[in-house]
C-alpha cells in the first residue's frame, strides 16, 4: 500500500492550497485518514482526520480554517486549507489506517509567506 501527497507549495499569509493524498494497493478504503504536519524544528502533530463513517475531527489551530474531506470511489483524501498563516508553515503527511495496520506518505511542503 502507498500513499502519494501532492499539492503543497509556496503561497502568501491569507492565501489557500489544496492537498490531496492517494491510495493505491489497497481494495479496501482506510478506516481512518488524518493529515499531519512537522514545522521546523518541532514534533510532527496531528492537524486533522476523517473517519469511514465521514467523522471528521480538527486541532483548535486549523479549526474553522481547514476542512478534510474524503472520496472513497477515487480513493484520495483531501485537505483544504484556506487563511493560511506563516505558522502553518510546514511539511504535510497523509496518514492512512487498516485496523492495525499504519501507512505514511513521503510528504509536501507547505510554505507561507507573511
Known amino acids: 500500500v502507498q500513499l502519494v501527497e501532492s499539492g503543497g507549495g509556496l503561497v502568501q499569509a491569507g492565501g489557500s492550497l489544496r492537498l490531496s493524498c492517494v491510495t493505491s494497493?489497497?481494495?479496501?478504503?482506510?478506516?481512518?485518514i488524518g493529515w499531519y504536519r512537522q514545522g521546523p524544528g518541532k514534533q510532527r502533530e496531528w492537524v486533522a482526520s476523517?473517519?469511514?463513517?465521514?467523522?471528521?475531527d480538527y486541532a483548535d489551530s486549523v479549526k474553522g480554517r481547514f476542512t478534510i474531506s474524503r472520496d472513497n470511489a477515487e480513493k484520495t483524501a483531501y485537505l483544504q486549507m484556506n487563511s493560511l498563516k506563516p505558522e502553518d508553515t510546514a511539511v504535510y503527511y497523509c496518514?492512512?489506517?487498516?485496523?492495525?495496520?499504519?501507512?505514511w506518505g513521503q510528504g509536501t511542503q507547505v510554505t507561507v509567506s507573511s
Open positions: 494497493g489497497s481494495s479496501l478504503s482506510p478506516n481512518y
Open positions: 476523517v473517519t469511514s463513517g465521514g467523522n471528521t
Open positions: 496518514n492512512a489506517r487498516w485496523g492495525l495496520a499504519s501507512v
